[in-house]
């Protein structure tokens, strides 16, 4: 699930484990419990960290739903890219580009429901977009 760190709110040493680690529990965490549900104590406690620990690689939850966010933008990009790649013309691509996003979209909307959330408060809370 890991892939993008590098994100603005990402801080602290460069121990890319470890954020994966946290990204891959946070992922998980967020997707059992829900993004607003989840308190950084909890996902830390759940990793065996302190709380701490976490604010030493990412600045606020905010900047580790960004990562999951990033990440899963990424997935979404490579389906479409791999779906329009050998489209024979500009109208097959643009069907077979709809048809990948709204497959992703609907994945990720009614199989990763609580996942989904974090997008909403990123809309909501107007989360800057890099």
């Not at 603005?8 to 997707?31: K, N, T």
């Not at 990412?58 to 966010?69: D, L, N, P, T, W």
């Not at 691509?93 to 429901?113: P, Q, V």
Request: aromatic share 10%; with cysteine; glycine share 4%.
């Amino acid at each position: 699930m890991t892939k993008n760190m590098n994100v603005p709110s990402s801080r602290g040493p460069l121990d890319h484990s470890v954020r994966e680690q946290i990204v891959d529990a946070a992922f998980e965490h967020f997707g059992h419990y829900g993004y607003e549900k989840t308190t950084v104590a909890e996902l830390a406690k759940s990793i065996g960290f302190s709380k701490s620990y976490i604010y030493k690689f990412f600045e606020s939850k905010q900047a580790i739903g960004e990562v999951i966010c990033a990440n899963r933008l990424e997935m979404i990009m490579a389906a479409v890219l791999s779906a329009v790649a050998d489209a024979p013309s500009a109208s097959e691509k643009l069907r077979r580009l709809f048809r990948a996003l709204t497959e992703a979209g609907s994945e990720l909307f009614f199989h990763d429901r609580k996942l989904y959330d974090i997008a909403a408060v990123a809309s909501r809370e107007k989360w800057p977009s890099t």
